[in-house]
């Protein structure tokens, strides 16, 4: 024995002196810099066809990701002339008043309740009754016709 004791921690520490992995390494100088870009040829000629078999650079062709870019649908069934879909006038507040708002009794805990303070709101009273109290006003379920003599 060499009778030098040293403890984990000093061989752990020891570390960077002691494995190859942890010394510093000459890293290689690029061709091209700031420096000398200016000076280089990078579009020269070299006598082999930019594209294609045998080009210095590969490349793909122009159209190569079409495949991603078209869908069956949209090659299959091509529209026969050019036209414009029609669309027609709503009434005021046709979205607002049939939009389905969010329970307060039913989805309590839904993903759609946006922000920190998510409280139960258990008032019943939802964002669009007064709009549909315009757009649809209250109507007497009674005909008119029918008379209370008839009975």
Known sequence: MDGTWITTYQDHLSQPYTNKGYREIEIRKSMLNEDNFEDSVIYRETGLPKTGVGAVLPRHPSDHFQMYLDTTYSIDYVPPYDYTPYVGAQPDGYSVVHRKCHSQFTDTADYRRHGINTWQDESGIYANVD?????????????????????
């Open 131 to 151: 709009i549909k109290q315009r757009v649809f006003p209250v109507t007497n379920p009674i005909p008119s016709n029918v008379h209370e003599d008839n009975f």
